[in-house]
């Protein structure tokens, strides 16, 4: 029988704290974490190398106990994606590669939870509401309903402040108005 999911997550903070690397949990599971539980397959990470390299993160990948699943080193340099499974859970793992801008300015602003006694770094809610309505999946956009509904510790105006910066840099019009119809539809 494998562990569970959190076994992943707690085996990344690990080597995370041996390399000393910024990173957070996004996705699914900080949706779980900020409470509102959602069923994944996956797990998604982004960190920030610091002074390590990619072969350096591999190798310590490996002796953390996770596989990648892509050897080649151009398709993460261009994606900014490794993709790698922890083996004792059969976890598939998302790490991305973070960039300079917004990606900087959430790992400043990660929430810390402790977990077994291991700290997880996790998406601010704030943060994950704003990378949620960017991305704009349907399930993207049900979470974000969920997260509205379930925090009421949610700031919604940093919310709406990020969003108005990404929809003048994207030349969009839309983040802040879905943004506001999901708080309108508080349950």
């Not at 707690?10 to 949990?25: C, E, G, P, S």
């Not at 310590?60 to 004792?88: I, K, M, N």
């Not at 309903?145 to 108005?164: G, N, P, Q």
Request: net charge negative; charged share 30%; hydrophobic share 45%.
């Amino acid at each position: 029988m494998r562990p569970p999911p959190e076994h992943a997550v707690l085996a990344f903070a690990a080597l995370a704290d041996r390399l000393h690397l910024r990173w957070y949990v996004f996705g699914a599971q900080a949706v779980n974490l900020h409470g509102f539980p959602r069923t994944t397959a996956d797990l998604d990470v982004t960190l920030d190398l610091g002074d390590h390299d990619l072969p350096e993160l591999r190798v310590a990948l490996r002796r953390a106990g996770f596989d990648t699943r892509e050897a080649d080193d151009a398709f993460v340099l261009a994606t900014r994606v490794l993709p790698v499974v922890h083996r004792a859970t059969g976890l598939p793992v998302d790490l991305v590669l973070a960039g300079p801008g917004l990606e900087q300015i959430f790992l400043d602003e990660v929430d810390t939870w402790t977990i077994r006694r291991r700290k997880v770094c996790v998406l601010s809610v704030e943060n994950l509401v704003v990378t949620k309505l960017l991305a704009g999946r349907p399930r993207d956009v049900e979470d974000v309903r969920e997260l509205v509904a379930r925090r009421d510790d949610l700031d919604h105006a940093k919310v709406e402040r990020l969003l108005e910066l990404l929809e003048d840099a994207l030349e969009r019009s839309d983040l802040r108005s879905l943004y506001a119809s999901l708080r309108t539809d508080r349950r």
